[in-house]
C-alpha cells in the first residue's frame, strides 16, 4: 500500500515541477495527458484564460472499444489534432503530467503529430 501511495506523491511532485516551466497560451495551447487505467485523455488548455480550448473526452470509450490501450491511445491523439485543426491550432505545448514518457503517453504525442500538431 505505501509504495502506490509514494509512486503517487512521485507522480505530483514531477508534475508539479514540470508544469512551473510549461505554458500555454491560445496560439500555442498546453496538451495535457491524463492517463487512467483504463483510459487515456488529452486536451488543449489556453492557461492565459484558464479555459480548455479542445478536448476528445467525449469519444474515448468509443476509441477504445476492440484495441490495445496504446493504439487506441494513438487514434485519440489523431482525433485531437484533428479537432485542433478545426479550431485554427497548428502547434502545441507538450505537457506529460508527471507521466513517463513512454507507451501511452508517447503514443498520443505521436498520434498528435501524425494529424499535423507541431509538439
Known amino acids: 500500500m505505501t509504495k502506490v501511495i509514494l509512486r503517487k506523491s512521485n507522480r505530483i511532485r514531477r508534475k508539479l515541477r514540470v508544469k512551473d516551466k510549461l505554458f500555454g497560451t491560445a496560439q500555442k495551447p498546453r496538451l495535457c495527458v491524463f492517463r487512467s487505467n483504463k483510459y487515456i485523455y488529452g486536451s488543449l488548455i489556453d492557461d492565459v484564460a484558464k479555459r480548455t480550448l479542445v478536448d476528445v473526452a467525449d469519444s474515448v470509450k468509443i476509441l477504445h472499444k476492440g484495441k490495445t490501450k496504446t493504439s487506441a491511445s494513438k487514434e485519440i491523439g489523431k482525433l485531437l489534432a484533428a479537432r485542433a485543426k478545426k479550431a485554427k491550432i497548428t502547434s502545441a505545448v507538450f505537457d506529460r503530467n508527471g507521466y513517463?514518457?513512454?507507451?501511452?503517453?508517447?503514443?498520443?504525442a505521436d498520434g498528435a503529430r501524425e494529424g499535423g500538431l507541431v509538439l
Request: hydrophobic share 35%; no cysteine; charged share 20%.
Open 100 to 108: 513517463m514518457y513512454h507507451g501511452r503517453v508517447k503514443s498520443l
